[in-house]
């Protein structure tokens, strides 16, 4: 089936581009480290297990050592339990011989994602780790933000999809999900994992001249979950009903864990 773009004059693709206000970053500790960002729901850690099997993989990666199981969950308990939310944005990082855990709120958005298309092409070759301090990534968001977009596509040399710089990506076409594979060089995010072992969607290629016949478009993250995107570019995407049984399920088959 797919869709086509539709072209817009400026200023009506002004009109809907919202406003974005350019978040704080988040500082990271001094040094080379990697860090995994886990939600939280009154006290419960989304899919702590997925995300420890993670880091752990970056640990033997990076040769940065991991705190044993038993500490990282004391010290996950007694962070949550200083600073309690209904809703919250749990932070790991990790460095040589430390370990630096924070827990802020964390708003779920109440409307779809806009996106451009980012001009920077991604070097990444296969798997990717969480590194900070994820300064290529968040240089993605800024450039893509002072457009007035929240994110951006990155491509690889191949000209095929890889993932925003804060999320993995998932495109309908004809009735199935998809979302690039490792390969491609992406970060093997919780959520896309999730959503290709309970959620049924298939891992293949995107080309960059199949975005435009995308039927819907999500982006997966461990705080959003699964985002709606109804933007890219100049292009409009809807929020069908395949979109609200996806959202759906994703959030119904997360797990969470009590780290007590």
């Known amino acids: 089936m797919g869709r086509d773009a539709t072209q817009s004059s400026t200023s009506d693709l002004n009109c809907r581009r919202r406003a974005v206000i350019h978040p704080a ?52 308990a007694e962070v949550i339990a200083e600073n309690p939310h209904s809703i919250g944005r749990l932070r790991l990082c990790f460095t040589q011989g430390d370990l630096v855990v924070t827990h802020d709120p964390y708003e779920d958005l109440a409307e ?3 996106l451009t298309f980012s001009v920077v092409t991604s070097k990444a070759d296969g798997e990717q780790f969480k590194t900070f301090p994820y300064d290529d990534h968040y240089e993605v968001v800024d450039e893509a933000r002072a457009h007035g977009f929240d994110d951006a596509i990155i491509f690889n040399k191949a000209n095929n999809v890889t993932e925003t ?8 076409f004809d009735g199935t999900w998809f979302t690039p594979p490792i390969t491609a060089g992406i970060l093997p995010g919780t959520m896309r994992s999730l959503a290709i072992e309970k959620c049924d969607v298939l891992v293949r290629n995107v080309h960059i001249t199949e975005v435009p016949q995308a039927d819907e478009i999500f982006l997966l993250s461990s705080l959003k979950i699964a985002q709606p995107v109804v ?9 069908g009903p395949a979109s609200q049984a996806f959202g759906a399920l994703m959030r119904e088959k997360i797990e969470y864990f009590s780290v007590v």
């Open 25 to 76: 970053r988040r500082p990271f500790p001094i040094g080379d480290g990697f860090f995994e960002t886990l939600r939280t729901e009154d006290g419960k850690v989304a899919e702590f297990t997925r995300h420890m099997r993670r880091a752990l993989t970056a640990s033997r990666a990076t040769g940065i050592t991991m705190p044993g199981e038993e500490a990282i969950r004391s010290e996950v």
């Open 112 to 114: 779809g994602g806009y």
């Open 165 to 172: 710089g804060l999320s993995n990506l998932a495109f309908l």
């Open 231 to 239: 933007q890219v570019g100049e292009m409009r995407f809807p929020c």
